[in-house]
């Protein structure tokens, strides 16, 4: 799963927001974001659209597992706690496939390992591989 790491580690979106894929199995995958001032709201929490976008962007991980282009379909979150400083740890787990639709849930957790947010997600699985060979 080597090639899968380094397909999303060029990924803008997550780089811009210190979101580091770490793990990637069929079907499972695990990233972390250090939490940075820009990712903080005017209440001086981690702001939701950074929790979510960790979440799907695990979630994509995940999808795109087994070889082919997933897209996300449906998403879906709920809080649970305030995260505040230090590093958050989403974990992507599948739990349902055929050929073509998916379903993930993944847990989003604290250093300490609080859960803060749970996020499931559908994907639809088209025909075409996933470009594992691009720079």
């Known amino acids: 799963m080597e090639k899968l790491l380094k397909y ?27 939490i940075k001032q820009g990712h903080l709201n005017s209440l001086g929490t981690v702001h939701g659209g950074a929790i979510f976008t960790l979440a799907d962007f695990t979630f994509a991980a995940a999808a795109n597992s087994h070889g082919n282009v997933s897209v996300a379909i449906n998403a879906h979150i709920s809080f649970m706690k305030a995260a505040y400083k230090g590093t958050l740890l989403a974990e992507a787990e599948e739990i349902s496939i055929n050929p073509k639709i998916a379903t993930y849930t993944v847990k989003i957790k604290d250093q300490r390992g609080d859960i803060i947010a749970i996020f499931q997600g559908m994907a639809y699985r088209k025909k075409d591989k996933l470009n594992l060979t691009k720079e």
């Open 8 to 34: 999303f580690e060029n990924d803008n979106f997550a780089c811009k927001n210190h979101i580091k894929l770490i793990e990637a199995n069929k079907g499972k995958a695990k990233a972390e974001m250090v």
